[in-house]
Structures are given as structure tokens and as C-alpha cells.
């Protein structure tokens, strides 16, 4: 099955059933929507309906949304399943049919729609949270028995998993989200759902949205309770056209091939490699669609998401050695992929091409002027007989010219001499101290300040140990 053909059929699946298609909504979210920096699940565009502030054009509706998740970032390219941009397919019913309703549509697609065994599917309840006040989500439970789903595979899991939030604000509920079992092939005979292991796939969330969250942290019921789902297109396309990775699905493999012409490199050759190569399929499409979308490129907000973005990709197009002024023909590669779903990226060809390839020019000549300090630096480390590179030397070449620390590592490396990454650490977590002790922390949401610490981390990898060597570094 194609994505086109899946997107198909969930759609045409939750129509027949009497909901409202509705079209993909922008990656920016509506001016009302203050929460969130991009749309990062399809009830964003439809959360007036949820919190009864707007009139719903029908009470059940279904939907395709694009979605952009900027906390997702570092998985990229690491796991099998995660993108920054991805497309969410969901049905949602405001104030109608709930929890029961909601598992019974999700069973029967699952099994008839896209023809999962029954003991494949597995399912995870709320287990209840002490600080939110909640026990664990008995009604959930009883529906997935009343289905027939055995008791064994319905898995408690806490606020972490299996409680919703779009945000600081907005309407929440615990959830329940449906996996596939992938086999003994893909992990092992303990591994259970909500672990980070391969065997079992998260395919659909069932939200079952009956709170508002309020600004100080309370909840209080939602006017009707209702249901948000979101099951991920392209993690479905991984499954029904049995690879293992998102990225070998039909909407990426151009991506990687293009990759693979343009740097002589063959992709499942080198970790490296492959990772430098999924990277940049995944960000040439999320910048292409978030400039479709009217975000340019910037130092703050969600223009500075883009930039990154751009960034990142240019610096792993270097590292495997693509030839400079490749995003563009990226691009084309996007727009000949998704173009007939999102016409927009053929409407706005123009003006995506032009930021990719001015974004690329700029960047190339900050990285040239980052190769020459650091020249001077590395000579003078050598000079002093210092162990390595000194945390601060590494820290302003990240800080003030926005030259990447794992570059830094790297051509250093190669040159046979080491960085103080754990000083560099420390100076890092200084800065996030520092912007921490502006807003509150709040994870997994794509707040402002999320996006604020994401800025600090420009070009860092997440973890680092002691001084890096010349091994490490060759690739
Ligand atoms: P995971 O635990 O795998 O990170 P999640 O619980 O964060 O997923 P949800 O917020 O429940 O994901 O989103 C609903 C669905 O969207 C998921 O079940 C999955 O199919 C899909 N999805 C979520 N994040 C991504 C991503 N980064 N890339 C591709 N698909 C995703
Ligand atoms: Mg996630
Ligand atoms: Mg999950
Ligand atoms: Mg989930």
C-alpha cells in the first residue's frame, strides 16, 4: 500500500462513518493559538472546536495534518521512526462518540482497514498520576476487553506516555495508544510496549480529551468530553510496505537515492552515512514545507527552527561530501513527492528554492570563516602543547560565530587533536541554566522555551564524553 493509498483509506474509512473531511491546516498555527510554535498533531487546528469556543462544521470530522515536531529533532536519522515532519492522519468526534467509540473505529481499521492480526495489536492504558489527581483509566481498560483484547496486552503506562497535553494550556485527557508487535525478529521475548525497543511499533493514539489544562497546572472537565486521535501515515507506510525504517518507505526512497547520487555514497554502508542521509531527507522536506508555509528564515521563533534545520542538513551534506547549492535540487525531489498532496509546494517552488539556495550560500561562507578561526585556534593549541582544544575557544566559535561543535570536534580530530567537550558541556549547561531560569521547563511540548534551549544547543550533539579523538572523528 502506498501513502497515497493508506491516507486514502483512513480518510474514506471515518467518512463512510459519517465524518466530515477536512483539509490539512498550515504548519503555523492559527493567531488564537498561542501555544505552540508549529502544528505538532492534527486537533491543533481544531482545539476552538474541542474548548466550545468555535461551532464545529460537523460533530465528527477526519483529517491529514502535516505536522513539524521540533523536540523530535535529535531522533532523526537514529531511530526508525521518527521525523520532524510528519504526516498525521486522525479522527476526532467533539462531544459524540468517546472511548468506546473511538477503539471500536480503531480496531475495525486496524484489522480490516489495514489487516493486522488481532495478537499483534497491543494497547496501552493511563496508569493514573498521584500529582494529577487521576487513578488508573478503568473505562479504557474495560472497552479494550470488551473488544476482546486479552488482558496481557493491555499495558498501564503513566503521564509520560499516556497522558495528552498540547501544550502548557488546552484541552488534555489521558490516552491510549495502540502498537504493533513486530516479532521476535525485532526485540525480545520481555519487551513490552512504551520501552524504546523496535519490537513494538506506537502506530495510533487515542486521546480521550476530557479536561482543560489551566495555567496553573489544575484541570478542570471539559464541557463534552471528546476524542482526538493521531496515527502516524508514515509509520503505517513502514508497516504495510514491510521495511524496516521510515525511510524506506515510498515517500523517502527518492530522498535517500538523491543522496546517494549526489555524494557517491551508498546508503546501509556506514552509520555515518546512513544517518547524514536520512537527516537530510527528513529536513529538506521540513523545510520545504515550512517555507511553503510562509516561515522564512530567522534567529528567533519558528523562522530559527528553519534555519536550523537548513543547517543541520548543510552540515551533513558536507560531512558525506555533497557538493555545495544542494538544497535546491533536494527540493524538487519534495515537491515531485508530495507536490499532488500539498500543492502548495508547487505553488511556492519560487520562493522555496530561492531561501534554500541564498540559506545555503550564507551559511557556507560562516562556516568558511568558522574553518579559518579554528585553524588558528588548533595552531595555537598546538603551539601551548595543550592536552586539546580549551571548552571556552570551542564555546565562541559555537556561541559568537555559530560554527558547529561537533564540526569543531570533527576537522580537529583530523587534524590529531582533541576538544575539552566535557567543559564544553558545562559551559553549555551554563547557558541553559540561564534561559531556564527565565520561563519554566516543560517538556515534551513544543513550547517557546523549548525552542529557546533547542537554539542554545545549535550544532551540539546531546551527549559528550571527555575529549574526543581522531578516531571518532575521521568520518
Ligand atoms: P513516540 O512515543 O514514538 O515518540 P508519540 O507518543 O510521541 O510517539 P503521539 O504524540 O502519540 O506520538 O502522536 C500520534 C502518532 O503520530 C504516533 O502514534 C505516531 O504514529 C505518529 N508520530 C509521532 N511522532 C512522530 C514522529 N516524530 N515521526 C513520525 N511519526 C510520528
Ligand atoms: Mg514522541
Ligand atoms: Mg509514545
Ligand atoms: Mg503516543
Known sequence: MTSDEIRERYLSFFES???KRLPSASLVPAEHDPSVLLTTAGMHPLKPYFQGREQPPHHRLTSCQKCFRTPDIDQVGLTTRHLTCFEMLGNFSI????????????WELSIEGFGFKPEDIWVTVFAGDEELGLGPDQEAIDVWLKIGVPRERIVLLGRDDNFWQAGPTGPCGPCSELYLDRGL???EEDDLPGGDNERFLEYWN????????????????LPAPSIDTGLGLNRMALIQQGVTSIFETDQFTPL???GEELSGKRYESDPVVDRALRVLADHTRGMSFLIADGVVPDNADRGYVLRRLMRRAIVQGRRIGIEPGFLPKYAQVVRETMGKAYPELIEHADTVDMWLASEEESFNRTLEQGMRMLEDVIEQTKADGAEGIGAEAAFRLHDTYGFPF????ELAGERGVGVDAQGFERLMDAQREKSRAVENEDDGVDTREQLRRFASEAGAPSKFTGYETTEQATA
Not at 487515542?206 to 472537565?221: S, W
Not at 561537533?406 to 570536534?409: A, K, M, W
Request: aromatic content about 14%; cysteine-free.
Open 17 to 19: 462513518r459519517d465524518h
Open 95 to 106: 462531544g459524540d462518540y468517546f472511548k468506546e467509540g473511538a477503539a471500536q473505529f480503531a
Open 185 to 187: 525478529d525485532f526485540g
Open 206 to 221: 487515542l486521546v480521550f480529551m476530557q479536561y482543560e489544562q489551566n495555567p496553573v497546572g489544575t484541570l478542570t472537565p
Open 256 to 258: 535517500i537515492a538523491l
Open 406 to 409: 561537533d564540526l569543531t570536534v
